[in-house]
Nanobody
């Protein structure tokens, strides 16, 4: 199983980035896909999640600014991030999860830095 994130980088406050996560080795369409982030000295936290039925939920700090979406034909999940601020600076990780049976996979992460 591979989850490969891309799209991170340095952006100015107020700017936008789009992260992508390409999955292989799993039946992508049946997995809940998520984005998590971890800032230095902090715990990893949920950013956004999208189920196999495309139900979404977001962390409180990103609601209204970030949008998660998936393309099952491309085995890819996206995170559109708008109105970025320095508090969004973190390593962003892609996650694939299913239950019954339980499987949970992580990508290696992509750095997002918001700074002027």
């Amino acid at each position: 199983v591979q989850l490969v994130e891309s799209g991170g980088g340095l952006v100015q406050p107020g700017g936008s980035l789009r992260l992508s996560c390409a999955a292989s080795g799993i039946t992508f369409s049946i997995y809940t896909m998520g984005w998590y982030r971890q800032a230095p000295g902090k715990q990893r936290e949920l950013v956004a999640r999208i189920t196999s039925g495309s139900t979404t939920n977001y962390g409180d700090s990103v609601k209204g600014r970030f949008t998660i979406s998936r393309d099952n034909a491309k085995n890819t999940v996206y995170l559109q991030m708008n109105s970025l601020n320095p508090e969004d600076t973190a390593v962003y990780y892609c996650n694939a999860q299913r239950t019954h049976p339980f499987f949970n996979y992580w990508g290696q992460g992509t750095q997002v830095t918001v700074s002027s």
